[in-house]
Nanobody
């Protein structure tokens, strides 16, 4: 079983920055074999893709709405994936979820991911 825990959310003004972290662990878990994804869900909306990084770390993909503003990265030594969010906008307000999928490479839909965190709230004020 894989545990996924997000942190780093909070309240920020438009134009500001936040860095989300996602730590993954498990008894037989090997972080470097898992592709990681960030998704978000605003009130009344469906969960949507934000960014993903392949299990090799060599490939990334972003939603058009965040491209050029958000950066996903991973540190296999710390079993952690990060989402650096710059130039935040009020429409980025949502609960952000981290997900892990074994041997995933650029999976941008939430359905295939079997392991999810509880989410962290990001609120961007105008």
């Amino acid at each position: 079983q894989v545990q996924v825990v997000e942190s780093g959310g909070g309240l920020v003004q438009a134009g500001g920055s936040l860095r989300l972290s996602c730590a993954a662990s498990g008894r037989t878990f090997t972080f470097s074999t898992y592709g990681m994804g960030w998704f978000r869900q605003a009130p009344g909306k469906e969960r949507e893709f934000v960014a993903t990084i392949s299990y090799t770390g060599g490939s990334t993909a972003y939603a058009d709405s965040v491209k050029g503003r958000f950066t996903i990265s991973r540190d296999n030594a710390k079993n952690t994936v990060y989402l650096q969010m710059d130039s935040l906008k009020p429409e980025d307000t949502a609960v952000y979820y981290c997900a892990a999928g074994k041997y995933f490479s650029l999976v941008t839909t939430p359905g295939p991911y079997a392991n999810w965190g509880q989410g962290t709230q990001v609120t961007v004020s105008s």
